[in-house]
């Protein structure tokens, strides 16, 4: 097997952009039943706009030369490729971080808190396995827990021994399986976008407060009204993929309805919690790379695998949690049960996405966070 670690950068061949283009100008429009709003999915004429800017607008070039700012590898790991970002701080014997996102991010989201991180902490952002330029996979079985064993190999390649990890979403879940594999590498794991479940057990109901009834009465919306997405990716994820991987229109909608759902409440539009030229970045990285079928097989992989439903001893790591009031479902005491909790920060602002969307606020947490570890 080899450990051969690679410098990467993002290359888009200028025909790839001009084809993303003109598959915007041919985009055979639907229509829509009149004054549903974002009730059925996303608008037209919103979904419209946005892709015009998309063709028209949006400077992909001036993103891609931000994102190769930073010092980028691929590694192959378990015959997979691995992309990640690796930003040491000036500091040498600051702590390594791992950075892990969500679907549908990807490691773009993390660019605004790089910089202000790296004075801190050795950084390093990965792309999740089939995801960007982690994609697409080599093959069936990238589930939570592979993808965790996956990611600690990289940070022994990297020679970091004892290092801190973070992750919002579907990368919280990452972070959490990292802490149980390796406990005795992972100092601390730090968590946005947590979403806890409760038991059968009617004592988990009895006390909870007003805010907390809210969070789970969100989560039990969540599954009656928003898991669309999870009951395709997760049964027929090679289906959907053919409509997204020819559709620029296709991936933009479906990820654009995510990051109107899952951010903060108070934006009335994607663009309003994360900015439109973030929104676009990340979803270019989705086109460019063909990745939306790929991406979609870690919710297959995780539907399809018995042991990751199954209860797990709880995590013994330091663990906090941040959480974004407006949107998020997680409850301390069921956090408390899978996880050593030593944290916990409510915030009024904000969403799934903190980086991108209070990426001051995210920072000064991470800090708070570990400095309490010592």
Request: without cysteine; negative net charge; proline residues 6%.
């Amino acid at each position: 097997m080899s450990t051969e670690i690679r410098p990467f950068r993002i290359e888009i061949s200028q025909a790839d952009v001009d084809d993303l283009r003109e598959r915007l100008a041919r985009t055979r429009w639907s229509g829509e039943i009149p004054g549903a709003g974002w009730s059925r999915g996303v608008p037209v004429d919103y979904l419209k706009g946005l892709a015009d800017y998309w063709a028209d607008g949006y400077d992909w070039r001036g993103a891609e030369a931000r994102l190769n700012e930073f010092p980028q590898f691929i590694t192959e790991i378990d015959g997979q490729d691995i992309h990640f970002a690796h930003v040491r701080s000036a500091n040498p014997d600051a702590t390594p971080l791992l950075l892990m996102h969500d679907w549908p991010g990807s490691f773009t989201q993390f660019a605004d808190v790089i910089e202000p991180l790296s004075q801190d902490f050795h950084v390093i952002v990965t792309s999740t396995p089939g995801v960007g330029f982690s994609g697409p996979l080599s093959g069936p079985g990238w589930n939570t827990g592979k993808i965790a064993g996956a990611f600690v190999e990289l940070m022994a390649r990297l020679g970091y021994d004892r290092y801190g990890v973070q992750g919002g979403g579907g990368g919280a879940w990452i972070g959490i399986e990292m802490g149980r594999q390796a406990p005795g590498h992972v100092i601390g794991v730090h968590l946005n976008g947590l979403v806890t479940f409760p038991s059968e057990d009617p004592a988990d109901f009895a006390g909870l407060t007003e805010g907390e009834q809210e969070r789970l009465a969100r989560l039990q919306n969540f599954r009656d009204d928003m898991m669309g997405f999870n009951v395709l990716q997760s049964t027929r994820p090679q289906t959907l993929a053919y409509g997204l991987h020819d559709s620029p229109v296709g991936q933009l909608a479906w990820i654009t309805e995510k990051f109107k759902e899952w951010t903060d409440a108070a934006a009335e539009l994607p663009e309003d919690a994360v900015g439109r030229d973030h929104l676009l970045t990340n979803v270019s990285v989705y086109w460019f790379t063909g990745t939306a079928g790929s991406s979609a097989n870690l919710y297959y992989e995780m539907a399809h695998d018995p042991s990751a439903w199954a209860p797990k001893e709880r995590g013994t790591v330091p663990t906090g949690v941040a959480v974004a009031l407006s949107t998020d479902v997680a409850i301390r005491r069921f956090a408390e049960r899978d996880s050593d909790i030593v944290h916990w920060t409510e915030f009024e602002r904000g969403g799934n996405f903190l980086s991108l969307e209070q990426p001051e606020l995210l920072v000064g947490d991470i800090r708070e966070f570990f400095g309490k570890l010592g």
